[in-house]
C-alpha cells in the first residue's frame, strides 16, 4: 500500500499513515489539493488528510476538499501529537528570534509561544517543513514546532518538548481512496447535505437519527461557495451505511434537504485506553 500524505518526512501526517499501515510506503506531497491528485491519478493507494484536532478544531480546507473530489473515505486513525520546539545544534532558547510551524501547531502551542517574548511567530505550509526551513536556511537563531522525528530526519537538536498547551491534544485523521471500503468492515458513516433554509430544517433533518438512536459523532456547518449566507452540513454516525436503520435515516434526511452525499462509510478507529502516541 502507498499512502501519500502532505507535508515533508516527519509529518504527523506521515506519523499516522504509518500507525494505519504500518508496513505502508509513503508519499510525500506538497498539498492536500496533491494528495487527493496522487489518489485520484493511481499514484498513490490511498490518501491521508487530517480533519479535525481536540485543541486546534476542524481543518475546514479538508472538509471542502471531500466535497470538491470523488474520493470516498475508506478509514480513519487517530495520534496523539506532542508538539516540540526543535533548533539547530548548539542553538539556546533565548538565543531564537523566529520560530515556524504550521497555523495548527501554532494555535494547539498558543500560550507557550506567546511566553517567547520578542520572537517572531511564522506560519509556514507544514510542521516538518519548517524543521527542514530551519535546517536548510541561514538562520541561526530560526525554530520550529515540529514532531520528534522530524527532528531525527532534519538533524536538529530538541529544546523543549510537549509545548502544546493542554495534554490532550489528540488529531483525527481520514482516508481515501478510489474505491469505496469493504461493506463488512463499515461501522461509520460520513455524510455531507444541504437544506432549504426554513424555521427548523436542521432538527427536521437529523431527526430521522435521534427516532433510530444513531449517535452523531460529528456536525459542522461550511459556507456553499457561490450561493452566499447557504451552508452545508458535514454529519459522522456511529453506523454502516448498509444497515437499515441507516439507510432509513438517510433516506428522511433527503426528505429535508436540497441534496445528500455519503462521503464513505467505513472502520470506526479502535484503541484502547493510551494506545494513542505514534
Avoid at 493511481?42 to 480546507?61: D, F, K, V, Y
Avoid at 526551513?133 to 536538529?156: I, K, P, T
Amino acid at each position: 500500500m502507498r499512502i501519500a500524505f502532505q507535508g515533508e518526512p516527519g509529518a504527523y501526517s506521515e506519523a499516522a499513515a504509518l500507525r494505519f499501515a504500518p508496513e505502508a510506503i509513503v508519499m510525500p506531497c506538497r498539498s492536500f489539493e496533491d494528495v487527493f491528485a496522487a489518489v485520484a491519478e493511481g499514484r498513490a493507494t490511498r490518501g491521508i488528510l487530517p480533519m479535525e484536532n481536540s485543541i486546534g478544531g476542524s481543518i475546514h480546507r479538508n472538509y471542502d476538499l471531500l466535497v470538491e473530489h470523488e474520493l470516498p473515505i475508506v478509514g480513519e486513525v487517530e495520534i496523539a501529537v506532542d508538539h516540540c520546539l526543535l533548533v539547530r545544534p548548539g542553538t539556546r532558547l533565548e538565543d531564537l528570534a523566529i520560530v515556524y510551524s504550521h497555523p495548527q501547531a501554532l494555535a494547539q502551542c498558543e500560550q507557550r509561544l506567546a511566553r517567547m517574548a520578542g520572537v517572531e511567530i511564522v506560519a509556514v505550509y507544514d510542521t516538518a517543513g519548517g524543521a527542514k526551513m530551519v535546517a536548510e536556511g541561514e538562520r541561526a537563531d530560526a525554530g520550529a514546532v515540529a514532531s520528534r522525528r522530524a527532528a531525527e530526519v532534519f538533524g536538529l537538536e530538541v529544546a523543549a518538548e510537549k509545548i502544546q498547551d493542554y495534554d490532550d491534544n489528540i488529531t483525527r485523521f481520514v482516508l481515501i481512496g478510489r474505491t469505496p471500503a469493504a461493506a463488512e468492515e463499515a461501522t461509520k458513516t460520513s455524510l455531507v447535505f444541504a437544506l432549504q433554509s426554513t424555521p427548523g430544517a436542521l432538527h427536521k433533518a437529523l431527526g430521522g437519527f435521534a427516532l433510530r438512536d444513531i449517535n452523531l459523532t460529528k456536525l459542522e456547518s461550511r459556507p456553499i461557495r457561490g450561493r452566499a449566507w447557504e451552508y452545508m452540513f458535514y454529519v459522522d454516525v456511529d453506523v454502516a451505511r448498509q444497515s437499515l436503520e441507516c439507510g432509513r435515516a438517510i433516506t428522511h434526511l433527503g426528505e429535508f434537504s436540497r441534496w445528500v452525499r455519503v462521503l464513505g462509510s467505513y472502520a470506526a478507529w479502535n484503541h484502547g485506553p493510551g494506545d494513542l502516541r505514534t
